[in-house]
């Protein structure tokens, strides 16, 4: 059956897992990534009122999944589908979860995002704060702000009975077949698969324009808002050029962001830090993927006030200890009056006007308004009214003030900014460009004609740069490629260098195939430069990753080749290019040069090992083998110790065979590792924190060995793969 056409049984498919299921109540939504409400409208479908979110997955059964996560993807995205029924249609939903924990953390979810931590925000001396929200936040069909209760309800299936959701409907979870049935009065009605497999993609891509880089140089991923199905909400790249180096400063993230990115042949390392606007889900829709999925641990600005909401969005989604989610990438406080200095770059804030608390952000010359209520009259009536302060109206009107690019938020009614002749003159008045973002342009065009050239809008894709032009060298942008693999970027200097010289850019056309299954191995290895590539396993056959620039493919054969006879060495996977694709061709020779300096013949035996073993088997074998190389076998003989309870954490262990049980204080035997690949002590040496247990050895066993500086080098340049092997460590050990 073809994606948007309904079966026999009344369910409609639609991309990314999602069905439509028709029943006596109107449609259910089962499963939700972002980009769903865009995806209904672009296929015509009337907006269900019913959501069925997914079964919550424990951390470390898939790689980058977690409670509501798949593959970094939130699959209970659905506020801007509420919206769209409340806003819209003055329609109440109804949200449907599994279990009561999933209810709590999706109250939790809606809590922070559409109404905004208004207690936190009086108990700290943010009454004024408070204030400015409930006012922008006034609806006037009801006459006061709206909060999430009147958007929908909540119920979960373990409390109602048989799965009853409504007068004649019900639904209950089939473990077996791993499917939802659906009944109509006790007779089954349809069947829908509860597994999430296929790999979730947005419905646009960027344009991938050229990009001359220049003192600042902007680079918009997209200019639109949550509910517009051809654009791409608005998020974009601020190149800061230093006689040092060039930062990479990303404002706030689209939905599927590291895909985009890829898909501009950019890699999540060359990224220096994502700052947050506020936690709308237009803004963070794609911070799950970057945090779980990245290359590398995420560094995140944004305000004391908001981080705090942040986490407890995060942890309702992972499904994860706080102090866990926490881990898993870095803050940076970002707060008004208290200016941020990272080097050259000097980055200020303060709280815009909107409906939950909203950073309006400076970084050098540039200013970005987030999403806010900007009407300079009407500040002014507040003042009058005393609903504000002169000071606060003062502070609105003049943090844009000498800014060279202004972003302003273009998006109009009660909490965006309704975009004037009269505004955009004095916006203009102290000579800035102008760029209109969080809106589709063709209802302003005429507005702004006779405007000049200093007026643009926040197209997808769109390259605005100002100042001198920075000159570079292709072999520069190599380099940039051979550092952003952390296996290659290992390498001594001196190596790296001569690898650069020696390797070959060839491109590949989006659909063309790199690696065919059982293939002769021809004596290249590839390393991604530019774009995505598909990773297929050929049995059976299914898509195993989506990756781009730094990722190494082809190295296992070479591996392979340099110790057995080469003819005789097949490719593993089929490969795709997913979309353009720059690729250096690495020299087979050159790349047994490159495994000598690294000792990648160590490696390979481990990482062969752990192939073999969920959960690595959904790993870039690039990745299995950079953990390798810092796993150190040791031995150990029956009845001895490895640590003890409350022994300071300082190496994490994976068990290769044997036993090991584990003893609390009193000695009373709490649990028993048998299973090869069971990766225990990590915790504690992460957190600096105690063993909870005493480890001993029942056999003879054999484990390899992460050091804490291993452990924590592995958790920031690899957070999926760490919290992968520390995933049956949160629920046991």
Known sequence: MKNGKEDKSGVTRLPNNVSL??????????HSPPETLKSILSEGHEIPRVFLLPLDIAAGSELGSTGFIRSGINYASIEFLLYAQYFGKRNKCLVVTHTASQKERIRILLEETFEGPDARMRNQGMEWLATEIELVSLFPPINRAAFWPDLCDIVSLDEVENGKIGEHTSIQVDMGSKEYVFYEDGVESARVSTQITEQAKPLSWPPSNPIQRQELTLQFIGGSDGFDPDGITTCFLAWVHTEDRTYVTLFDTAAYMRQRLGH??????????????????DHIGGLPELILMGENQIQIITSDLIYESLLRVLTAMFNLPTDEVASLFKFIPLNPNEPLVLGPRRFSAIYAVHSIPTLAIRLNNLYFSGDMRYDEDWFDELVEEDVIKAERRNELVNFAAGADVIIQDAGGGTVHTTITRDLLERLLEGGSRVILAHTKPDHLTQLVD???????????????????AIQSLPEDDIMETILTSSLLA?????????????????????????IQ?????????????????EVWSNDPVQLRIVTGRGSIIGERSALKAGEDNPTEIKRMNN??????????????????????????????????????????????????????LDLRVRVL????????????????????????????????????????GKFFGGRAT?????????????????????????????????????????????TTV
């Open 637 to 676: 003989t029956a009845g001895d110790v490895l640590y003890e309870a409350e022994a300071t954490g300082y190496e994490s262990f994976l068990l290769v065979s044997g036993s090991i049980n584990l003893y609390d204080e009193a000695d009373k035997l709490c649990y028993e590792l048998r299973e090869p």
């Open 264 to 281: 501009l042949g950019l890699s999540t390392r060359q990224i220096s830090e994502v700052v947050i606007s506020h936690l709308h889900e």
């Open 575 to 628: 490969t795709y290019a997913q979309s353009n694709v720059e690729l250096l061709h690495i020299d087979g020779e050159f790349f047994k040069h490159v495994a000598d300096h690294l000792n990648l013949k160590e490696g390979f035996r481990k990482a062969e090992w752990l192939l073999q073993h969920s959960p690595f088997q959904e790993m870039l074998w690039a990745d299995i083998l950079d953990l390798a």
């Open 686 to 730: 992460l957190f600096n924190e105690l063993h909870r247990f005493k480890a001993v050895a029942e056999t003879d066993v054999e484990v390899w060995v992460l050091h804490a500086v291993d452990l924590k080098r592995l958790h920031m340049v690899h957070p999926s793969i760490s919290l992968q092997l520390r995933g049956d460590e949160m």
């Open 21 to 30: 299921v028709t029943t006596s109540m109107g449609q259910i939504l089962v």
């Open 490 to 514: 290992r390498l001594p200097n001196e190596i790296g260098l001569q690898l650069r010289q020696t390797v070959t850019q060839v491109s590949y056309a989006a659909g063309e195939q790199i």
């Open 517 to 533: 299954h059982g293939e002769p191995y021809n004596g290249l290895v590839y390393l991604v430069h530019s774009g995505l590539i």
């Open 450 to 468: 006779d405007m000049g050239n200093r007026i643009d809008f926040a197209l997808s894709g769109q390259i605005i740069g100002m100042g001198e």
